[in-house]
């Protein structure tokens, strides 16, 4: 295996949105981080509903070699077949295409999602060891103490997206980190709201499982978990966070961590998905 990305590129690629630049922000931010480790001779970005465009920026990649890095929770649609075809890989039937391929006089690597890969499970337990230590109560409790809930959309649209969650579930639960861990869904059973009642603790920790801060994490969940709309709307419009950390409800308390797309020990899983497609 080559660990020298030096005279390489790496390319995230993010969903990204039009109408809300939010969605980009954690592609780019993971992007500078990555560019400031210097590992790699070059570190670009791409998303597929704004600029830069997946389709046009192989022109810009220098490097012999180029890594090509989904910034997505688990395969489906964008990964398996709209990333790949818009970037120029071989189709082989089927809606099929091959993950690795010299274009022109560059070996490129379609590598797997950031979200599939084991390693996530480390993101997971640092965002939520990490919300706890910033807003202790009066003292951080110990996570034997706590009840770990990974919160996901939910849907039949793609059920890879379960399954990734109840994954990292399952391997944090092995750990014995924790007192007890869930999988919870806004859109599927067992609902988000239904934590307060499964923990086996008084002290509860949520960690949103999503690449980007949006409508689902700062706005839908904490409105779930019982924080009055009109007080969530509020904190929107003075630009503060949704939910406070700790929020005591039902007797008991829950911290609720951001997105892992913030999370800097991401950066780490991007790597190991460039390592093991060499």
Same mark, same amino acid.
């Given at each position: 295996?080559?660990?020298?990305?030096?005279?390489?590129?790496?390319?995230?690629?993010?969903?990204? $949105?039009?109408?809300?630049?939010?969605? $980009?922000?954690?592609?780019?931010?993971?992007?500078?981080?990555?560019? $400031?480790?210097?590992?790699?001779?070059?570190?670009?970005?791409?998303?597929?509903?704004?600029?830069?465009?997946?389709?046009?920026?192989?022109?810009?990649?220098?490097?012999?070699?180029?890594?090509?890095?989904?910034?997505?929770? $688990?395969?489906g649609?964008?990964?398996?077949?709209?990333?790949?075809?818009?970037?120029?890989?071989?189709?082989?039937?089927?809606?099929?295409? %091959?993950? %690795?391929?010299t274009?022109?006089?560059?070996?490129?690597?379609?590598?797997?999602?950031?979200?599939?890969?084991?390693?996530?499970?480390?993101?997971?337990?640092?965002?939520?060891?990490?919300?706890?230590?910033?807003?202790p109560?009066?003292?951080?409790?110990?996570?034997?103490?706590?009840?770990?809930?990974?919160?996901?959309?939910?849907?039949?649209?793609?059920?890879?997206?379960?399954?990734?969650?109840?994954?990292?579930?399952?391997?944090?639960?092995?750990?014995?980190?924790?007192?007890?861990?869930?999988?919870?869904?806004?859109?599927?059973?067992?609902?988000?709201?239904?934590?307060?009642?499964?923990?086996?603790?008084?002290?509860?920790?949520?960690?949103?499982?999503?690449i980007?801060?949006?409508?689902? %994490?700062?706005?839908?969940?904490?409105?779930?978990?019982?924080?009055?709309?009109?007080?969530?709307r509020?904190?929107?419009?003075?630009?503060?966070?949704?939910?406070?950390?700790?929020?005591?409800?039902?007797?008991?308390?829950?911290?609720?961590?951001?997105?892992?797309?913030?999370?800097?020990?991401?950066?780490?899983?991007?790597?190991?998905?460039?390592?093991?497609?060499q």
């Open positions: 295996m080559n660990d020298d990305f030096s005279k390489d590129t790496l390319v995230l690629v993010g969903h990204g $949105s039009a109408l809300n630049g939010e969605f $980009s922000m954690p592609t780019n931010r993971q992007a500078a981080e990555l560019r $400031s480790r210097k590992v790699f001779g070059q570190v670009l970005e791409a998303f597929w509903q704004t600029e830069p465009d997946l389709s046009g920026v192989l022109r810009g990649a220098a490097g012999r070699r180029v890594f090509i890095v989904p910034m997505f929770l $688990s395969e649609y964008f990964t398996e077949e709209v990333i790949p075809r818009e970037m120029g890989f071989e189709c082989l039937g089927e809606k099929q295409y %091959s993950r %690795s391929q274009i022109g006089e560059q070996d490129v690597y379609c590598c797997g999602p950031v979200g599939t890969h084991e390693t996530m499970t480390e993101v997971l337990l640092a965002s939520a060891q990490g919300v706890i230590e910033q807003h109560f009066p003292r951080a409790p110990k996570p034997a103490d706590c009840s770990l809930f990974v919160a996901g959309r939910g849907t039949s649209n793609n059920e890879n997206s379960r399954k990734v969650i109840e994954s990292h579930v399952e391997l944090i639960g092995e750990r014995g980190i924790y007192r007890d861990v869930h999988a919870s869904f806004m859109e599927e059973d067992p609902k988000i709201e239904a934590c307060w009642t499964k923990a086996e603790t008084k002290n509860l920790v949520m960690v949103p499982f999503f980007s801060a949006g409508p689902h %994490s700062y706005e839908h969940i904490p409105k779930m978990l019982g924080e009055p709309e009109r007080m969530v509020k904190r929107l419009d003075a630009d503060q966070p949704t939910w406070r950390n700790p929020t005591e409800r039902n007797g008991k308390r829950l911290w609720y961590s951001r997105c892992i797309g913030d999370e800097p020990t991401l950066a780490d899983v991007i790597l190991q998905r460039a390592r093991e497609v």
